[in-house]
């Protein structure tokens, strides 16, 4: 891979009851595991920041796709779900992730094509392919 941008951060404290910032300083969280999985719930956590990256990093990439296609993007969204969950075939936790895509002023059809091809070229979505289930929904209005 030739490396383009690198980003930096560093997370301190109880790991996800602690704090995370970036190098830069322009991203800086208290850290706090959900209440779901027994936290106090007053905080971020890594699978909320995940989701916001990966819905950003695939809207972006769905974008490059369809301004090469020259394709309607009114209106374009993506909504990130990050599933968090014991593994069911050995010791350890995973992730899997749903993606709504929303493409409401293109046919079924052409928005389908274009969130296929943002599948491919996504560095998320490469970077998960084989390691986590994402499962990719085209919707009407992503929320």
């Known amino acids: 891979m030739k490396t383009l941008y690198t980003a930096e951060a560093l997370a301190s ?6 704090s995370a910032r970036t190098k830069d300083g322009k991203l ?8 779901e999985l ?3 719930g007053e905080g971020t956590n ?4 995940f989701a916001a990256g990966y819905a950003a990093c695939f809207h972006s990439a769905l974008r490059v796709v369809g301004r090469q296609a020259k ?27 749903e993606l709504e895509i929303a493409l409401p002023a293109l046919d079924r059809s052409t928005a389908e ?20 289930d994402v499962a990719l929904t085209l919707v009407e209005f992503a929320a």
């Open 113 to 132: 094509a274009l969130m296929a091809k943002a599948h491919t070229i996504c560095p998320y979505s490469n970077v998960t392919r084989g390691n986590m």
């Open 46 to 49: 890594p699978e909320q920041l």
């Open 13 to 18: 404290g109880e790991g996800r009851d602690g």
């Open 38 to 40: 027994g936290g106090n």
């Open 28 to 35: 800086d969280v208290n850290l706090a595991s959900p209440v």
């Open 71 to 97: 394709a309607d993007l009114t209106d374009s969204a993506v909504a990130a779900k990050i599933h968090f969950g014991a593994l069911e075939d050995r010791a350890g936790y995973g992730l899997a992730a």
